[in-house]
């Protein structure tokens, strides 16, 4: 499954800072979506995701991008990230819980991702030998199909 962004999926800062100088030098013209790792959440806190998405803003300040944060399936940490500023989150929750965390999010302008966005075409520069190179590899190709799909 194709994303409509490039999404990538980033452990560290560093790695989120490397995906977003490769976009910024592509001719991709559009906001990466950084997704923290599966279950990250559960792991490293939502707090964690924040100060990292915060940080690179400070870095990159006028390079546009959007992230997401795994929150499984806890809406308690779902709606601790918005809280926290996150604008995207991605929960795997039953009907009840989701409609009543889809709903504060509609309220914070926050996105709600599926799961099933870890199954599109994503780069996990944690799997990655050399971060820069498959950055470049990865938006060189999401652009030109991008491209390819406008003309």
């Known amino acids: 499954?194709?994303?409509?962004?490039?999404?990538?999926?980033?452990?560290?800062?560093?790695?989120?800072?490397?995906?977003?100088?490769?976009?910024?030098?592509?001719?991709?013209?559009?906001?990466?979506?950084?997704?923290?790792?599966?279950?990250?959440?559960?792991?490293?806190?939502?707090?964690?995701?924040?100060?990292?998405?915060?940080?690179?803003?400070?870095?990159?300040?006028n390079v546009p991008f959007d992230g997401a944060v795994d929150c499984g399936d806890a809406a308690g940490y779902a709606m601790a990230a918005m809280r926290s500023g996150i604008r995207g989150i991605i929960v795997n929750l039953e009907d009840a819980p989701l409609k009543r965390v889809e709903s504060m999010a509609k309220q914070l302008n926050c996105t709600v991702h599926d799961p099933s966005i870890y199954n599109g075409s994503?780069?996990?520069?944690?799997?990655?030998?050399?971060?820069?190179?498959?950055?470049?590899?990865?938006?060189?190709?999401?652009?030109?199909?991008?491209a390819g799909t406008r003309s």
Not at 7 to 13: A, Y
Not at 125 to 138: E, F, I, S
């Open 122 to 146: 994503i780069l996990d520069l944690g799997l990655a030998d050399d971060p820069v190179a498959a950055c470049k590899t990865y938006i060189t190709n999401f652009a030109n199909e991008d």
């Open 1 to 61: 499954m194709r994303q409509n962004q490039p999404c990538f999926v980033v452990h560290i800062l560093e790695q989120a800072r490397i995906a977003l100088d490769a976009v910024r030098v592509s001719s991709y013209r559009g906001a990466p979506l950084l997704l923290s790792p599966q279950n990250y959440a559960h792991m490293a806190g939502v707090a964690v995701f924040a100060a990292m998405m915060d940080a690179l803003a400070k870095i990159r300040p």
